[in-house]
């Protein structure tokens, strides 16, 4: 059983910052690919920022500069540091990890429950 579990969401003003963080656990042999997505009411989930195990990285054209996506390969950890929060940035944030649990296995895309950011005056 493998489990990715957010963190770090909450009530932020425009402007202001989070950090999200999604730890994986269970039988988990290597992780390929993590990454964040989003989800607003009435939208479609969309990709947020990825990070390869050699730390390559990914960004939605709306998110460069602002954030920065991190992991800790050992914790089998990512983070997602959220800066200059605009509310158009308001949605469910959702971690994804492309994992194998065997040695022979193939990679599957496991997600998270997700952790609601709201920015708000």
């Known amino acids: 059983q493998v489990q990715l579990v957010e963190s770090g969401g909450g009530l932020v003003q425009p402007g202001g910052s989070l950090r999200l963080s999604c730890a994986a656990s269970?039988?988990?042999?290597?992780?390929?690919?993590m990454g964040w997505y989003r989800q607003a009411p009435g939208k479609e989930r969309e990709f947020v920022a990825s990070i390869t195990r050699g730390s390559s990285t990914n960004y939605a054209t709306s998110v460069k500069g602002r954030f920065a996506i991190s992991r800790d390969n050992a914790k089998n950890t990512v983070y997602l540091l959220m800066n200059s929060l605009k509310p158009e940035d308001t949605a469910v944030y959702y971690c994804?990890?492309?994992?194998?649990?065997?040695?022979?296995?193939?990679?599957?895309?496991?997600w998270g429950q997700g952790t609601q950011v709201t920015v708000s005056s």
């Open positions: 994804l990890g492309v994992l194998t649990t065997t040695p022979m296995g193939d990679y599957d895309s496991y």
């Open positions: 269970g039988r988990i042999f290597s992780i390929n690919t």
